[in-house]
């Protein structure tokens, strides 16, 4: 989440300042966390058949990356969407 979309937090006492700011860092660390671990679940799943050996053969790392890339590229999609979608919220509250 972007500070800057909490509106001014100047108005706040300094305290109270830095624990909103220690806040919002923990929750982009989390949010941050939980889509890697979906991202990871989810190609896992999809792309890695067998535990014939310990690396991946070419086709799954292929899978692997495919998945990857389409999450990311999904994932940065729908965020830059609610981006808009909120600005034009705050746009329409002025």
């Keep these: 989440m972007d500070k800057s979309m909490l509106g001014d937090l100047g108005t706040l006492p300094p305290e109270d300042q830095a624990r909103m700011s220690t806040m919002i860092d923990q929750l982009q660390i989390r949010d941050s966390l939980r889509m890697y671990n979906t991202l990871v679940e989810r190609c896992f799943t999809d792309c890695v058949d067998t535990f014939r050996r310990k690396t991946l053969d070419k086709q799954e790392e292929t899978c692997v990356k495919r998945c990857a890339e389409k999450f990311l590229k999904h994932s940065m999609r729908v ?6 979608l909120n600005q034009g919220a705050a746009t329409q509250d002025e």
């Design 79 to 84: 965020g830059l969407r609610f981006a808009e």
